[in-house]
């Protein structure tokens, strides 16, 4: 067991910019879930895979966001045109059921 | 986290127990955890309940949930100093599979 596994650890980008990070659940998980966290607070919950289907998508999940998971595998997480707002840790946890998720190292964004 | 809400720090001298506090909303909550983030670290589970249980211990840690009140506790037994760390609870709720969390307590161990 590897854990969830997501890249880059760290991503700095310019206002603008597109920005796109990976996450490898633990194998066998049928379950992948995006979120993101900010300074001081709470994870916030983005969205979520059952295999490949998206099955929700919370309203702080703007136009700008979208998530894949075309193989029911590992998940893309693509931020267009990035805003300084964008700035946060975004995490990706993975399960075989809603009773534990666990948790990856996370993906910190900053946006300058 | 604005259904979930924690008290921000706490701090404890080592040996001593931490009792982190945390309470909830939403009745129809199913699973209750507590997650514990180190810093540039993700979130690792410690320990969840099961809603229909008011009790569940697992060596240091001790839950505790009061479904009437809906309150949550996290006791943490012979507190060291690598407990220190912010401790989130979290909920799930009725037939949704995302986790809504606190806002997080700070955890601080002096010696």
């Known amino acids: 067991d590897t854990g969830v596994s997501q890249n880059p650890r760290h991503k700095i980008t310019k206002r603008g910019q597109n920005v796109t990070f990976r996450c490898d659940p633990i194998?066998?998980?049928?379950?992948l879930y995006w979120y993101r966290q900010t300074l001081g607070q709470g994870p916030e919950f983005l969205t979520y895979?059952?295999?490949?289907?998206?099955?929700?998508k919370s309203r702080l999940l703007s136009d700008r966001f979208s998530a894949e998971r075309p193989k029911g595998s590992f998940s893309t997480l693509e931020i267009q045109r990035t805003e300084q707002g964008d700035s946060a840790m975004y995490l990706c946890?993975?399960?075989?059921?809603?009773?534990?998720?666990?948790f990856g190292s996370g993906t910190q964004l900053s946006v300058l | 986290g604005e259904d979930v809400e924690q008290s921000l720090f706490l701090s404890v001298r080592e040996g001593d127990s931490s009792v982190i506090n945390c309470t909830y909303t939403?009745?129809?909550?199913?699973?209750l955890y507590w997650y514990k983030q180190e810093p540039g670290a993700g979130l690792q589970l410690l320990t969840y309940?099961?809603?229909?249980?008011d009790m569940k211990q697992d060596q240091r840690l001790t839950v505790l949930l009061n479904k009437k009140d809906k309150h949550l506790s996290l006791r943490i037994a012979d507190t060291q100093t690598g407990d220190s760390a912010i401790y989130f609870c979290a909920e799930t709720r009725g037939n949704t599979d995302k986790l809504i969390f606190g806002t997080g307590t700070r955890l601080q161990v002096f010696p």
């Open positions: 946890a993975s399960s075989v059921t809603n009773e534990k998720l666990f």
């Open positions: 939403d009745s129809s909550s199913t699973y």
């Open positions: 194998s066998e998980h049928n379950r």
């Open positions: 895979f059952q295999n490949e289907a998206q099955l929700e």
């Open positions: 309940i099961f809603s229909n249980m």
